[in-house]
C-alpha cells in the first residue's frame, strides 16, 4: 500500500478508536451509568489538536492534487474540505459545551447526549466518505512519488496521542485506550 494511504488510513483507525470510547461514555451518560466527562472532553481536545492541525491540513493537500487529476471528483473533495472547516468550528464548541458542564453548568441530559452524539455522528461520516468514496481506488494516483511535494505529517513527532511521546495533557486518555476504553475512575490528581 502507498505510504500516504497508510498513514491516512492510520489516522483514521486512531479517530475511530477515540469515536467509540466517545460513543462508550455517551451510552452510558444516556443510560444514567457512571460516565467519565473528563475522558469525553479529552477526547474532544484530541480531535482538536492533531486532526485539526495536521490530517485535515494534510488531505486538503492532498485534495488540491486529486481534484486537478480527477476532475469528476471535484464536487466531493470540495464537499470534503468545507467539512474540515464546519468540523474544526463544531469541535471548538463541543469543547467548550463540556468545559461548561464541568465548570458546574447544568445543562439538561438531552441536550447534553444529542450535542455529543451528533458530534460522533459527524466525524464518523466524514471518515466513512473519505476512506469509502474517496481514497478507495486511488493507490495509484497517490503513489508514494508525490510524498516530496506533499510531505506525509511525522505522526511520531506531531501527534501528542498516537505519537512517540504522550503529552501530559492526554496522559489519562492514553491510560483508558491502553485499558481499552474501561470504567471511569478517579485521576490522580483527584479530578473528575
Ligand atoms: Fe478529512
Ligand atoms: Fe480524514
Known amino acids: 500500500m502507498s505510504a ?34 473528563a475522558l469525553m472532553s479529552d477526547i474532544v481536545s484530541y480531535f482538536n489538536h492533531y486532526p485539526v492541525r495536521f490530517h485535515h491540513p494534510y488531505e486538503d493537500k492532498l485534495f488540491n492534487w486529486i481534484s486537478g487529476e480527477r476532475p469528476m471528483l471535484a464536487s466531493l473533495v470540495e464537499e470534503l474540505r468545507l467539512e474540515h472547516k464546519t468540523q474544526g468550528i463544531l469541535c ?18 438531552d441536550k447534553v447526549v444529542a450535542q455529543l452524539n451528533d458530534y460522533i455522528e459527524v466525524q464518523r461520516d466524514h471518515i466513512d466518505k473519505e476512506e469509502g468514496k474517496l481514497f478507495k481506488g486511488m493507490e495509484e494516483l497517490l503513489a508514494d ?25 492526554f496522559s489519562a486518555l492514553a491510560d483508558a485506550l491502553e485499558r481499552g476504553g474501561g470504567p471511569r475512575r478517579t485521576r490522580p490528581d483527584g479530578s473528575d
Open 4 to 37: 500516504i494511504l497508510n498513514h491516512i488510513h492510520q489516522d483514521h483507525r486512531n479517530m475511530r478508536r477515540l469515536l467509540d470510547m466517545l460513543d462508550t461514555e455517551v451510552s452510558d451518560l444516556t443510560t444514567g451509568a457512571d460516565h467519565d466527562y
Open 92 to 109: 471548538r464548541e463541543v469543547s467548550m459545551f463540556l468545559k461548561a458542564i464541568r465548570a458546574g453548568h447544568i445543562v439538561p441530559r
Open 145 to 169: 512519488h508525490h510524498m516530496i511535494e506533499i510531505p506525509i505529517p511525522n505522526r511520531a513527532e506531531l501527534d501528542p496521542l498516537f505519537g512517540d511521546e504522550i503529552d501530559i495533557a
